[in-house]
């Protein structure tokens, strides 16, 4: 297998810059027109440990997911992703959009942390339960909220016991040697202590995994192979790639959206 072909998604769609541009067009539209928002809001001490919170409509009684960017955990934040909420909250589901800091500037593991503290103070501004959903790197951290003990933080079960991941990364070990890898600085033991696909299923938990069906073969193998892991549901979204799989977020009707929302529920 050549994993630099097979991971390097920028490099396998030679498009992809513009579509990135695109997201930060749409998304600064998104958050320009929405009315019911929260903007910055802190969840550590950190610059870039803000989220923007976007609800259906006045008040707070309302299921939450919380939608975690892509960028291989080396680029972007949350200004490129506000728009991947206009689905859900068409269907009375509000969505938490967070930043987190880079690689190679902290660990990975620092990350995965820094998005169990969003969850905590998702949880203690009224969320019963979170579903935790995101795109590629976004869709590995979000299994590993699932992942995470919350009864060890003193928080509930169950916190996170739904997900959709969006073209994640579930086996982390054939990033190294790699282009992408390389700022992630992971070693083999680090590499497999953070891939969920090594993770036991947590207790109730369900998870939907999504690719393109134009993605490589490596993407839609470790989405099939860890849907299969945790018992849970897979789907290939027909012609699309990496980047333009989140398009169907955006539209209320569409399935991937009808599913998130039940998730949500």
């Not at 998604?9 to 320009?32: L, Q, T």
């Not at 003990?149 to 509930?156: E, I, N, Q, S, Y």
């Not at 980047?243 to 955006?250: D, G, H, I, S």
Request: hydrophobic share 50%.
């Amino acid at each position: 297998m050549d994993a630099e072909a097979e991971y390097n998604n920028r490099a396998r769609v030679p498009e992809s810059g513009a579509i990135i541009a695109g997201w930060a067009r749409d998304a600064a539209a998104f958050r320009a027109s929405w009315v019911e928002k929260e903007l910055g809001v802190a969840y550590g001490a950190g610059e870039r440990e803000r989220l923007d919170l976007f609800r259906p409509g006045p008040g707070g009684d309302w299921p939450v997911a919380m939608f975690i960017h892509g960028g291989y955990w080396q680029a972007l934040d949350r200004s490129f992703a506000s728009h991947c909420a206009r689905g859900l909250l068409a269907r009375g589901v509000a969505v938490a959009v967070p930043s987190y800091d880079l690689c190679p500037g902290v660990a990975l593991r620092a990350i995965v942390e820094q998005m169990r503290e969003a969850v905590a103070l998702l949880h203690r501004r009224g969320a019963g339960r979170v579903m935790a959903m995101g795109h590629s790197a976004g869709g590995h951290l979000a299994a590993m909220l699932m992942a995470t003990d919350w009864v060890k933080r003193g928080l509930p079960a169950g916190l996170v016991s739904r997900g959709m991941a969006i073209s994640g990364v579930f086996e982390l070990w054939p990033l190294i040697g790699t282009s992408v890898g390389a700022g992630l600085k992971l070693d083999e033991a680090e590499a497999r202590a953070l891939s969920p696909a090594l993770l036991a299923r947590p207790e109730g938990a369900e998870i939907h995994a999504v690719v393109g069906g134009a993605e490589s073969g490596e993407f839609r193998r470790q989405t099939r192979d860890f849907a299969a892991h945790w018992n849970g549901t897979a789907a290939e979204l027909a012609g699309l790639d990496h980047f333009t799989v989140l398009e169907p977020l955006a539209d209320p009707g569409s399935a991937l959206v009808e599913r998130a929302a039940q998730l949500a529920r």
